[in-house]
């Protein structure tokens, strides 16, 4: 089955500069792959996703970038602010299937 | 405004014992799942359920067992309660059946302790 592995577990990154988060997955068959940010004490939420047929896509600050021939993807943050802070997953899934693989999460800090 | 809750928020139980976490969801999707959340491991799949009366296995689901009876809800039972099952439980729910996957809306977590 599907294997999601990301990178790092922990980052801290000064406010204002950007932030990488980098998810390898096994599973050439999968074709979408969302992040979901969890703040604490509360549910993952979604905040970006790209599907296979897509290499990059925006929302503002945030950004996922999709290599389908490496099997990884990645989120960038730019202009972090402290709500950034949060834990972070990746995710991927095959056509047709309703359950994510998730990664093991990176614990973002944004120091001011 | 449609939501998914769950319940109880904490909970402390023995070695043994039987529990029931409750998931209950306003937004009448099809789809609902169960995840846990361990420190290292992220969010690993128990049961997932994609309509009343369908109940399929995760990649975790030993020690654990679900129910649809309805549209709304998705219970999670420990059978027998293990201290390898102390964990943060998540239910999540989706309504999208197209190609790919839908947004999964996230419930705030039970934060379940097997003593």
């Known amino acids: 089955g599907e294997n999601v592995e990301q990178h790092p577990s922990t980052l801290s990154v000064q406010e204002g500069d950007s932030a990488v988060i980098k998810c390898t997955y096994s599973?050439?068959?999968?074709?979408?792959f969302p992040w979901y940010k969890q703040e604490l004490g509360k549910g993952p939420q979604l905040i970006i996703d790209i599907r296979s047929n897509v290499g990059e896509k925006k929302d503002q600050r945030i950004a996922v970038t999709l290599n389908k021939t490496a099997k990884h993807f990645s989120l960038h943050i730019t202009e972090t602010q402290p709500e950034d802070s949060a834990v972070y997953f990746c995710a991927a899934s095959k056509r047709g299937a309703q359950k994510l693989v998730f990664g093991q999460g990176t614990r973002l800090t944004i120091n001011p | 405004d449609a939501e998914i809750t769950q319940s109880p928020r904490h909970k402390i139980t023995e070695t043994g014992r039987q529990v029931t976490l409750a998931c209950h969801q306003t937004?009448?999707?099809?789809?609902m799942f169960w995840y846990r959340q361990d420190l290292g491991h992220g969010l690993r799949l128990i049961h997932y359920?994609?309509?009343?009366?369908d109940t399929n296995k995760g990649e975790v689901s030993d020690g654990y067992s679900v129910s649809r009876s309805n549209t709304e809800d998705l219970p999670l039972t420990l059978e027998s309660a293990a201290s390898s099952q102390t964990s943060v439980y998540f239910c999540?729910?989706?309504?999208?059946?197209?190609w790919g996957t839908g947004e999964l809306f996230f419930g705030e977590g039970s934060r379940l302790t097997v003593l």
């Open positions: 999540a729910s989706s309504g999208d059946r197209a």
């Open positions: 599973d050439s068959a999968s074709n979408y």
């Open positions: 937004w009448n999707h099809n789809n």
């Open positions: 359920s994609y309509g009343v009366q």
